[in-house]
């Protein structure tokens, strides 16, 4: 198993890569096969090395409600900050706000800040040098203690639950 892990230290990622090469040139030919087989396989070879502390995968199913939260949150999010921007633009109320984080898991904290700044009208824009907080740009606050606790609420809980932190 040693000998196989060596070669091929991510086998669900290559074959995600291998699949999403091929749904993203939309043929099913020899050379295509091969190239994504390659592509698939060389991609997580050479990076594993540069990801020492690869995270773990605590609750799946979990994973796979956030995601599908996240998706849905920015197709909404969209469509509430077009309706902002096409509105008058004195109602905006734009605001800085820190979230106070309670992970400890740096790859829980990068995908926190990563959802944020995905959702349309919101940015992370620093986090903290002793990792307790995040620093969140968005386009419309009324309250800030509330936009707080739908984050929190929202994603973090659900990464912590995840990645076990």
């Known amino acids: 198993m040693t000998m196989i892990r060596t070669w091929l230290p991510h086998p669900l990622q290559s074959l995600f890569l291998w699949v999403l090469w091929l749904l993203l040139v939309n043929q099913v030919s020899l050379g295509h096969v091969m190239l994504g087989a390659i592509l698939g396989w060389a991609l997580p070879f050479l990076v594993h090395l540069l990801w020492p502390d690869p995270p773990v995968i605590r609750q799946p199913i979990t994973l796979l409600r956030f995601l599908g ?87 973090e809980s659900p990464l912590k639950e995840i990645f076990g932190c």
Request: charged share 20%.
């Open 69 to 155: 939260r996240v998706h849905w949150d920015i197709l909404t999010a969209n469509l509430q900050v077009a309706a902002l921007i096409l509105g008058p633009t004195q109602r905006l109320r734009p605001a800085f706000f820190e979230l106070p984080l309670d992970m400890d898991n740096d790859f829980a904290i990068a995908l926190l800040a990563s959802t944020v700044s995905l959702t349309p009208g919101t940015v992370s824009a620093d986090v903290s040098a002793d990792r307790r907080h995040l620093l969140i740009h968005a386009l419309d606050v009324d309250d800030i203690d509330k936009a707080i606790a739908h984050i929190k609420q929202r994603y």
